[in-house]
T-cell receptor, first 114, second 112 residues
Framework: TAGITQAPTSQILAAGRSMTLRCTQD?????MYWYRQDLGLGLRLIHY???????GKGEVPDGYSVSRANTDDFPLTLASAVPSQTSVYFC?????????????FGPGTRLLVL | GQNIDQPTEMTATEGAIVQINCTYQ??????LFWYQQHAGEAPTFLSY????GLEEKGRFSSFLSRSKGYSYLLLKELQMKDSASYLC?????????????FGQGTELSVKP
């Protein structure tokens, strides 16, 4: 079972360029999430989606947008990248929002913005 | 406000026991998770506590005290492969989006 896949694995991006990070899950989970992870700051939520067709802002949404056209896919777009968006990006999913429902993480995308 | 605190780094010896603490102050609470993350990899689920007390899973145990806003992860019979970052995360209530708020993680080094 693939679980959650992310693409690309890593990317070097020129400042000002746009980019879409892809995330696909095959577990039919309702909820999906995008986090960024930076040294000393831990995992911070960028955007989330509780179900297909709905999205919400997390702790650090500025400069990012998401869409959730179907259950399986949750792409994250950087419209005009800046160096502060250099980070490791993790996509995650969970069956729902109930307390004990675990979030499962994809392998991550390492992004360097120059 | 939301605040989750963990020690930044810990060192322990192979075969020993180590306790990683986590304190939290959040506007709502619907459970606490511990995740393990090896360098360069994704976080993986270790444990979940929603009621006070100890949950045991093999060499790993997790404890929760909701009145104190406190949890710990206990690792017994440490192995070299336990060297990793351990992340504490609090789940917000459903009416706050049911999101996970993560601490910055504790980097554990296990030495021979």
């Amino acid at each position: 079972t693939a679980g959650i896949t992310q693409a690309p694995t890593s990317q070097i991006l020129a400042a000002g360029r746009s980019m879409t990070l892809r995330c696909t899950q095959d577990m039919r989970h309702n909820a999906m999430y995008w986090y960024r992870q930076d040294l000393g700051l831990g995992l911070r939520l960028i955007h989330y989606s509780n179900t297909a067709g709905t999205t919400g802002k997390g702790e650090v949404p500025d400069g990012y947008s998401v869409s959730r056209a179907n259950t399986d896919d949750f792409p994250l777009t950087l419209a005009s990248a800046v160096p502060s968006q250099t980070s490791v990006y993790f996509c995650a999913s969970s069956e729902g929002l109930a307390g004990g429902e675990t979030q499962y993480f994809g392998p991550g995308t390492r992004l360097l913005v120059l | 406000g939301q605040n989750i605190d963990q020690p930044t780094e810990m060192t322990a010896t192979e075969g020993a026991i180590v306790q990683i603490n986590c304190t939290y102050q959040t506007s709502g609470f619907n459970g606490l998770f511990w995740y393990q993350q090896h360098a360069g990899e994704a976080p993986t689920f270790l444990s979940y506590n929603v009621l006070d007390g100890l949950e045991e899973k093999g060499r790993f145990s997790s404890f929760l005290s909701r009145s104190k806003g406190y949890s710990y992860l206990l690792l017994k019979e440490l192995q070299m492969k336990d060297s990793a970052s351990y992340l504490c995360a609090v789940r917000t209530p459903y009416n706050q989006g049911g999101k996970l708020i993560f601490g910055q993680g504790t980097e554990l080094s296990v030495k021979p």
